[in-house]
């Protein structure tokens, strides 16, 4: 979560990183059923 060793002395995290932004895009539903082909025991409905 970390862009460089920098950040990671000042405990500064990327926001690039973080599950709101990976899922924020056009592909987020495609994403999100390749979750549930993979784990299904987490997709309930």
């Known amino acids: 979560m970390y862009d460089s060793e920098e950040d990671l002395e000042n405990n500064e995290k990327s926001s690039y990183y973080n599950t ?5 895009c ?9 979750i549930k082909i993979r784990y299904p025991e987490y997709a309930m409905g």
């Open 20 to 24: 709101s932004e990976i899922f924020c």
């Open 26 to 34: 056009s592909y987020a539903p495609y994403l999100y059923e390749g």
